[in-house]
């Protein structure tokens, strides 16, 4: 895929004549002039919105960039209106419109700023009360729509497949292949063609990346977890309460063994977010992981089978960011070191590690000393197949095809082009899931002509989402109002998105005083 | 003391050579890689709330890359002339790891397609050599343009959905199925199955490196072919040739012995070369068939700025074609003894 990105973006920065155009033409404003700018993977669309946009009266150009450069540009804030996502991992507004459109934020591309937003936004992070952060959540969203920093775009429908021999397979909004609960029809082996080039690591402290998490997952299991559709359910705790809005306490389950026998208890616990929250905690280095456990000050033995967090401020969404850590065992890590741990890892899931090669394959066998995992996603025993194979495949087609011939049993990111072809073959399932990321097109709020929220509107009215989505990604795509993700809390569903209406689009930029041709 | 001939020395000499070649290389990688705008840590942080610049900033200081550039350049010099290539920013594990467990794919795919390559290419340059124009010639001649033509992406594709998904005969991707594996010797597959005597891993893997040799030879053998071709009917008409029949040489020989021989010349230049970009130059077949080559750590690790990995990597290429340049050089000799070194 990259490669072929790369092939792409030289031909185009070959054969495109470089050109920049004035954003905005002094006070005597003449017709609007804008470079609408993409990485390769999404140039069809930008194509597509710049045809939208020369259609009332904007004369639109696409550039296409490698990420990291434009990035620079943006940040730089010398850019337009530019293609970019942004994914969720907490199912909670929390990871995407806080750091992509808070005043000054780490993912605040547009320099968009509205201190009434940032006022709403901090509520519903501070506050503990589910129906005071909602609140301030449908506030914030209604701000966010009406001063429009981005033309908002939709989510994309995760499509994953599977042959029709898998038993109970369901994929999770999560990205999660859990092989835990499938069983297979026939044999005993499941394979998975995996879409990543590779895993970086088999240490759960070590990485930063869902294809990563996936593979680690099914042999490490955290205190909590999600069913598919992204509900916290208790996996190796179980259960917790929040003893005030700084201090939680996990009751952790008696007799889960690791797969070499020791028992896990609190000290593993507080060990494992130990190794995450001290500088250098992981055998020298220091995870990079650190940030996403928050405000989280330290976490505690309190006794045999109960560990304290304790926070340096509220984090409401704090269950949630515990399904992403992996409890590893201290004895056997500290005997072994990071290093070899890495390479041969222990954990206390479903499947145990057997060998392989972090750009090849994972292989790992069933556990069989294994607790059941969370009682709230039977079924509650070992693995039902003996052996998981997770293959590196990043070529699309080859994994349809591989899924096609039956090497592989579960292929995710299926290409949008391909879902039909699939869905009409008898051996193979289809089932999709809504995605966790936002695609949207931002705008550059602290320049004109973006620095006027009419002009912001105007390009919002003016694009035809419902015509790309459907001719570009085959209507494997949620609309979306805003950046809020329906699967994330606080989702105001009665916020229609804006309707592709060109005739406002003009009117609104006549108003704020451009030529519309 | 030993006494070395001309020719040994000369071997010597440019052998050492690439040490300061290597060096050269490295910088010119090292520079080349921190111009690119964005750093490991950016990239692999990538989106995510709650990551502040102080984390950020303690990962780069921890990698090394708030130092100057000069300070890293230095360090790093000097760590890799102490053998030392350093530590994967992305991979947490040591650069000579990675190189060392990926490169064995990369050599046996690029022994396989070269092998794939002179095994169609030779004979049928030869063959269109000594009957010009004929049927055989012109249809060498449209196969050979279409070789170099087809991009691998789409020959490798088609190729799966023909062999593996309608005929079923061969699988879409890998390098051997995780039941037939050999022993670990060589780290090349074919090679450990050849020397363990395991047939069954022996057949497997070459399934699996088929389509994939075939898809990264064709444009090679397309070369070869048409080098052969032009450089043989060179050599055909020679007088030396005509010499040789008009002796009575039977015909075989005169091309076996007398025009072959001498027609490779040129072949073996190019084959030198094209070995080199065979093995530096199959990302895409890599990534196709899920190979897990050198091609895809770099073009995996120059996405993601793991600064090390790509200068080890690149390194590690300028020195393979150094020495297969050497190589070639060596052979010419061998093939007509008025060359020397």
């Known amino acids: 895929m990259k490669i072929r990105t790369t092939l792409i973006i030289i031909v185009i920065a070959i054969l495109a004549v470089p050109g920049f155009v004035p954003a905005a033409l002094g006070t005597s404003k003449g017709q609007l002039s804008v470079i609408i700018d993409t990485e390769s993977i999404r140039a069809d669309e930008a194509q597509a919105i710049a045809h939208n946009l020369r259609a009332i009266g904007v004369s639109a150009d696409v550039r296409i960039w490698e990420w990291s450069a434009l990035k620079e540009r943006i940040q730089a804030g010398e850019r337009q209106i530019y293609l970019t996502d942004w994914g969720s991992a907490y199912f909670d507004p929390f990871d995407i419109v806080v750091p992509k459109f808070l005043t000054g934020d780490r993912g605040n591309y547009t320099g968009y700023s509205n201190s009434r937003f940032d006022a709403a936004l901090n509520q519903a992070l501070l506050a503990v009360d589910a129906d005071v952060r909602k609140d301030a959540y449908f506030d914030a969203q209604q701000i966010l729509f009406d001063d429009a920093p981005a033309i908002f775009g939709y989510s994309l429908t995760e499509v994953e497949a599977a042959r029709s021999d898998v038993l109970n397979w369901q994929p999770s909004m999560d990205s999660r292949v859990n092989l835990h609960d499938v069983g297979l029809a026939r044999g005993d082996t499941i394979v998975v063609g995996l879409y990543a080039d590779k895993v970086v690591t088999l240490d759960p402290a070590a990485y930063r990346d869902r294809p990563t998490e996936t593979v680690i997952r099914n042999m490490f299991d955290a205190l909590v977890t999600r069913t598919w559709d992204g509900r916290v359910v208790p996996e190796i705790a179980e259960g917790w309460r929040a003893v005030s809005d700084t201090e939680y306490l996990f009751k952790i389950r008696k007799g889960i063994k690791f797969h070499n026998g020791d028992s896990l208890d609190v000290d593993d616990v507080v060990y494992t977010f130990d190794r995450v929250l001290r500088e250098a905690g992981m055998g020298g280095r220091t995870s990079p992981r650190q940030g996403l456990l928050g405000p989280v000050e330290k976490v505690e033995k309190v006794d045999a089978y109960t560990v304290r967090f304790v926070l340096s401020a509220p984090f409401p969404v704090l269950p949630q960011a515990l399904v992403h850590f992996q409890i590893v065992p201290r004895k056997h890590l500290e005997r072994v070191g990071d290093e070899a741990f890495a390479r041969e890892p222990v954990g206390c899931g479903p499947f145990r590690y057997v060998e392989g090669r972090l750009d090849d394959r994972i292989v790992m066998e069933r556990f069989d000393g294994y607790y059941g995992g969370s009682p709230m996603l039977p079924p509650v025993a070992t693995a039902q197949v003996k052996r998981a194979i997770f293959r590196m495949m990043p070529d699309p087609t080859v994994r349809v095809a591989a899924l096609k011939t039956g090497e592989v049993h579960v292929i995710q990111s299926v290409p949008a082009h391909l879902v039909s072809a699939l869905r009409r073959d008898r051996n193979i399932q289809v089932k999709s899931v809504e995605g966790t990321r936002v695609y949207f097109a931002e705008m550059n709020c602290t320049r004109p002509p973006f620095d006027d929220p009419k002009v912001r509107r105007a390009m919002n009215y003016a694009v035809d989402w419902d015509t790309i989505l459907r001719t570009i990604y085959a209507g494997n795509a949620t609309r979306l109002s805003t950046a809020f993700l329906p699967s994330g809390f606080g989702f105001n569903p009665d916020l229609a998105p804006y309707k592709y209406d060109p005739a406002r689009a003009r009117a609104l930029l006549t108003e704020a005083g451009y030529l519309t041709r | ?341």
């Open chain 2, 1 to 341: 003391m030993i006494r070395l001939t001309r020719t040994q020395v000369k071997i010597a000499e440019r052998i050492l050579a690439t040490i300061p070649l290597a060096l050269g290389v490295a910088i010119v990688a090292f520079v080349f890689m921190r111009a690119m705008p964005g750093d490991p840590v950016d990239i692999m942080m990538g989106e995510g709330a709650w990551t502040s610049e102080e984390e950020m900033a303690a990962l780069r200081d921890e990698m090394g890359l708030d130092e100057p550039i000069h300070a890293q350049l230095w360090a790093y010099l000097k760590r890799v002339l102490a053998g030392d290539l350093g530590y994967s920013m992305i991979r947490s594990r040591p650069v000579a790891e990675i190189i060392r467990e990926a490169l064995p794919a990369t050599i046996e795919l690029a022994v396989f397609s070269l092998l794939f390559a002179l095994a169609v290419g030779i004979p049928v340059g030869v063959a269109s050599a000594l009957k010009p124009n004929s049927f055989v010639d012109r249809a060498g001649a449209s196969l050979s343009l279409l070789g170099v033509s087809l991009p691998a992406f789409w020959l490798g594709i088609v190729g799966v959905l023909i062999f593996s998904m309608t005929l079923g005969w061969l699988p879409t991707s890998g390098r051997i199925a995780y039941d037939a594996q050999p022993a670990h010797i060589t780290g090349m597959v074919i090679l450990d199955a050849i020397i363990t005597g395991n047939l069954p891993a022996l057949g497997n893997a070459l399934k699996h490196i088929c389509l994939p040799a075939v898809t990264l030879g064709l444009g090679v053998a397309a070369v070869v072919a048409r080098v052969t071709r032009s450089s043989m009917l060179d050599v055909i008409s020679a007088d030396y040739i005509q010499f040789a029949r008009a002796k009575g040489v039977p015909e075989g020989e005169v091309t076996r012995r007398h025009a072959l021989r001498n027609a490779m010349i040129p072949t073996v230049t190019l084959v030198g070369l094209q070995f080199g970009s065979l093995l530096g130059g199959n990302m895409i077949v890599e990534t196709i068939f899920g190979w897990p080559g050198l091609g895809r750590v770099v073009v995996d690790s120059i996405f993601a700025r793991d600064y090390p990995v790509v200068q080890a990597s690149v390194m590690v290429y300028a020195l393979t074609f150094v020495l297969i340049n050497l190589a070639t050089d060596i052979i010419y000799t061998v093939l007509d003894p008025k060359i020397s070194l």
